[in-house]
């Protein structure tokens, strides 16, 4: 009735509910501005009409509000929104809508897995009424209903076949996938609700990992960083050091040369005045004997040359003449001397000056400072090997054990990883039980699904491994095989420093005896791994 009411309270120009309703004389109503805005287009013609019937009026008719079409135009308007208000909206893009509901669809409030339907809180009642509807299983709204359905027979799929990994209807389970292994659907739904949970703990557990791996690493950044500016500060002390050397050497060098400048000076000065003596003295007899020269009388000329007193001035120079570089050779060659030992103390400081690092453990109690608890990732495990002891114990056994699928089980190679990451300096030690025995490190990317080479600890550039076999001892590294002696023992320890990049194994005993050390390069966090060659192999990660 709504939409009828809303048709006949409709004004025939603008096609709109009325607003501000105005009748004219021929009866039929307007808007008030629509009505208003057709007559302004026909004042040229001097004559106004109705839009609907065509009537004409000489004069503008004055328009006065319709108060009663008003009214009930606003009591329609108010029953439109408690109308709309009486159910909720459908969204067809959202929403799902009830299946039962006729016209209008109403927005459904659960789905129906047996019937296959959706329900509006209105068509949901028999559900809660019947005793027969109230055994049905109720689920949140969803579009995918049909997705239940087998297209084969039309009938609700039921069961789930885990032989062909599908979901299947009775009818189904009687033909194709007879013999199959079948469970019912909810039980399907419990079993990988179950995993579920398990990969949500090993989510959960991965981060715990990741945050501690976090931690060590801040810590790492933070030592690394304290030893840097401790390096940094000794290193400009020391270079501080050697300019006040440098400037020491240089203020006695200039003190040194002056003085030895002012001794050579004077010596040359006391050298000059001498000679400036002799040469005055020449010319002066050099004038006495002009004068003598030029006398003619004989016997007067002898007599004064005769009372010539004797020359002083030497004839010979006393003058050793030296470059001015030889007097200060010794001395450039004394302070080379002295300088050059300096510079020797100086670089004899700074090359001692290193990264401030921990000392390496030396006895068994200094390995066991860096013992962590470490545990073996079920997740990993190969089909044919099972863990006790809290996952520190790892067996393999004849028969399949199993186990669940997981993106981290290694599929053909009869190993497994730990559950944490080894970051920082680690050791741990393993208890081998009968003979056939990999223990070592490798990175987590290290393949899982496979036979080849890349996938099996110490044939690939991943993995660093220690064979025990019957006493004997191999180290393989990306399938180079290093033959190992020492004693031989059923406790294998394992020492890595993932900064320092070494890694070692040891013969533990009553003593412990280095088997083989290892200098390479880490680029990822490690994970200890074993690998288990025969039946009924043991291998034990240690408490300590």
């Known amino acids: 009735m709504a939409q009828i009411q809303t048709e006949s309270f409709s004004c025939s120009v603008c096609l709109e509910p009325l607003k501000e309703p105005v009748t004219v004389p021929c009866g039929h109503s307007y808007c008030r501005m629509c009505i208003s805005r057709f007559w302004d287009g026909e004042k040229e013609k001097d004559v106004y009409s109705c839009p609907q019937c065509r009537e004409t009026f000489t004069a503008r008719p004055v328009l006065m509000k319709s108060t009663m079409l ?60 019947s005793a027969a509807l109230k055994r049905h299983t109720l689920v949140n709204p969803s579009k995918k209903l049909q997705e239940n359905i087998c297209s084969r027979h039309d009938e609700v799929m039921k069961m789930f076949c885990r032989t062909d990994q599908q979901f299947i209807c009775f009818l189904c389970s009687m033909e194709e996938h007879k013999g199959h292994h079948l469970v019912s659907a909810a039980a399907e739904h419990t079993e990988r609700q179950r995993e579920l949970q398990e990969s949500k703990a090993d989510i959960y557990k991965n981060i715990q990992d990741r945050e501690k791996e976090l931690q060590l690493l801040e810590e790492q950044l933070r030592s690394i960083k304290s030893s840097a500016d401790h390096t940094v500060q000794h290193s400009q002390q020391i270079i501080t050091e050697l300019i006040r050397v440098l400037h020491k050497r240089s ?13 050579e000076e004077s010596a040359v000065r006391a050298l000059q005045e001498m000679l400036e003596q002799e040469i005055s003295e020449l010319k002066k007899r050099d004038a006495e004997l002009q004068q003598i ?12 040359y005769s009372s010539l007193s004797a020359l002083s001035v030497s004839t010979h120079s006393s003058i050793t003449h030296t470059h001015p570089h030889s007097c200060f ?51 990993t495990a190969h089909r ?35 559950r944490e990451s080894l970051t920082g300096r680690c050791y741990w030690e393993v208890e ?28 690939n550039d991943k993995s660093w491994i220690l064979f025990c076999h019957k006493n004997k001892y191999t180290f393989i590294h990306n399938n180079i095989y290093t033959e190992v002696s020492g004693p031989g023992s059923s406790r294998v320890g394992v020492y890595v420093d993932h900064t320092a990049a070494t890694l070692s194994f040891y013969s533990v005993c009553d003593t412990m005896t280095l088997l083989h050390r290892v200098k390479t390069t880490f680029t990822e966090p490690l994970h200890m791994g074993i690998y288990i060659y025969d039946i009924g192999v043991s291998a034990e990660i240690c408490t300590l």
């Open 384 to 418: 044919r090997l099972t863990l006790s002891e809290g996952n520190r114990k790892v067996t393999r056994m004849r028969e399949d054990q199993h186990h669940h699928h997981h993106q981290d089980r290694f599929t053909e190679w009869p190993q497994v990883l730990s």
């Open 432 to 459: 081998v039980r009968g003979g056939g025995v990999r223990v070592g490190v490798a990175y987590k990317s290290i393949r899982r699904r496979g036979d080849g080479i890349d996938c099996m600890f110490g044939f």
């Open 329 to 379: 050779q010794k001395l450039t060659e004394h302070l080379h001397t002295i300088l050059m030992e300096d510079w020797t103390k100086v670089c004899g400081t700074v090359e001692s000056v290193k990264v401030l690092q921990p000392p390496k453990p030396m006895s068994r109690a200094g390995f066991l400072e860096y013992s962590q608890n470490i545990t073996l990732d079920p997740n």
């Open 293 to 304: 020269s030029t006398t003619e009388d004989h016997i007067q000329f002898v007599l004064s």
């Open 251 to 263: 203020s006695e060098l200039e003190k040194e040369v002056r003085s030895k400048q002012q001794t």
């Open 70 to 129: 008003a009214e009930l135009v606003d009591q329609l308007k108010e029953m439109s929104v408690k109308d709309a208000a009486g159910g909720p909206s459908f969204d067809a893009a959202e929403d799902v809508a009830c299946d039962v509901c006729v016209g209008r669809k109403v927005k459904a409030f659960k789905s129906c897995l047996n019937c296959v339907a959706s329900y509006c809180e209105e068509h949901l009642q028999p559900h809660h009424q």
